[in-house]
DNA sequence: CGAGTGAGTTGGATTTCCGAACCCACTAAG
DNA sequence: CTTAGTGGGTTCGGAAATCCAACTCACTCG
């Protein structure tokens, strides 16, 4: 049987969630838009990184722009719809320092505009409240996906 | 290449990026913990499935928890390391809802206790403002992996 | 002239993915 | 008892993606 769950997170990480996509995004995000900077930062072989970068590009979420003529030469610029990926990188960073650098050293620390020490975090826009797992339900709009009504703890 | 940038986000990718993984989470966070509901619902091969559940379980994301002794059966629970990954999945699902689902049809809806739609945003912690990329500096803690200063835009 | 750089392309070995088939332990039906 | 069905995998061989090194091309700089 081959139909699986219809699902926006299914149809992002189908566009995205290619070895060192998310990765290309952080770097053109921190300002790396080159093509050097991206194998060196990312760590990804030159051939992927063409073929990320051509995909990403055809879906909106890079741009390649001009540089220099004589020769060639492009940087590849996020878009709006790229820089948009911005959270989704916050959280897996978020992710990452909590449960994975043990001692609580992290490799990057961002500052927010307010002078603080970015920690982010998911609130409902409705409310302001943080987000728990436990206060969700959720209502397949497709017919035949429901699990379990309430989201399961 | 040699020595990519250190970072939680890579990191996190390299025990969650692989395909499938977080589909596996989005389905145990949806109460389908069984083998058959993840085949179905991610639409993995089966023996995929069965490499993504070990890594999963060995991280410490996931735990196999008997629901029948003969014959013997397991269901795959999410731990709270496994649960925290959450709002990248509701930053994720956000995205695909705002740049991939055109006429604004969303296969999926989540409702917030407080009784409305969710409508996820990353915020400060210290602030509560919501977080703009262009609101952010970074500092690099590992040496040589300055970009641009400000988080270039 | 020769060395270096940025942005790729090409070729071949390795790894991963996929789908279907198979196996095992049981349960339920005839 | 025999047969069919189910849940949870494992085992195949072939297709596809990945990796890495080497190579090209178009310049620039000393």
């Known amino acids: 049987m081959k139909d699986p769950r219809p699902c926006s997170i299914a149809e992002t990480l189908a566009l995205v969630g290619e070895k060192y996509s998310l990765l290309i995004l952080r770097e053109v995000s921190l300002g790396a838009t080159r093509f050097d900077q991206l194998a060196r930062n990312t760590g990804a072989p030159r051939d992927?990184?063409?073929t990320r970068l051509k995909r990403l590009v055809d879906a909106g979420l890079?741009?390649?722009?001009?540089y220099s003529d004589r020769p060639r030469r492009y940087?590849?610029?996020p878009t709006r719809a790229g820089l948009d990926l911005g959270p989704v990188?916050?959280?897996?960073?978020s992710w990452g320092d909590r449960h994975l650098q043990e001692g609580g050293f992290r490799p990057m620390v961002l500052e927010h505009a307010c002078g603080h020490e970015l920690v982010p975090q998911?609130?409902?826009?409705e409310c302001g409240e943080r987000v728990e797992h436990e206060s969700l339900t959720h209502h397949p709009q497709v017919p035949g996906w429901t699990v379990t009504g309430p989201v399961a703890g």
């Open 48 to 50: 992927v990184l063409t």
């Open 62 to 66: 890079l741009e390649k722009a001009e």
């Open 122 to 125: 998911v609130v409902c826009r």
């Open 75 to 77: 940087e590849y610029r």
């Open 89 to 93: 990188l916050l959280m897996l960073m």
